[in-house]
């Protein structure tokens, strides 16, 4: 067996253990928590991850990049714009918005299915 055979052969086995490695069963799951109507929040961040602010509106002291994603994973947006840069309704909370020709003025619809 040549030595690039042999280095092949090796990488491969070393990618399958790999693979194997990873289909195993993960008996140190999260425990499960019975949800508690308007007060359970389940995230999973990275463990030295330091939020410090949840609300959707932020302040000039909390306005972090972590916060700003904890906040985008628990609040729907009022407006979600997509990868195209256009806005999607589908998983907005506004059904439309119109504005007046000197775009001065700005009407948000909120969709009937949610709650302001």
Do not use: F
């Not at 693979?19 to 109507?37: D, E, H, L, Q, Y």
């Not at 961040?45 to 002291?61: D, G, I, K, R, T």
């Not at 904890?70 to 256009?86: E, G, W």
């Amino acid at each position: 067996m040549t030595v690039q055979r042999m280095a092949v052969a090796g990488g491969l086995t070393v990618a399958l253990a790999v693979m194997v490695a990873g289909c195993g069963n993960t008996s140190a799951a999260a425990p499960a928590v019975k949800p508690i109507s308007g007060g359970t929040i389940v995230e999973a961040l990275a463990p030295q991850a330091q939020v410090s602010w949840y609300n959707p509106l932020q302040n000039p002291a909390n306005d972090t990049l972590l916060n700003s994603q904890v906040a985008y994973m628990m609040y729907m947006p009022l407006i979600y714009i997509n990868d195209k840069y256009q806005v999607d309704y589908r998983y907005s909370v506004a059904k439309k918005v119109t504005y007046n020709k000197a775009g001065t003025v700005y009407h948000v619809y909120m969709n009937p299915k949610y709650k302001w």
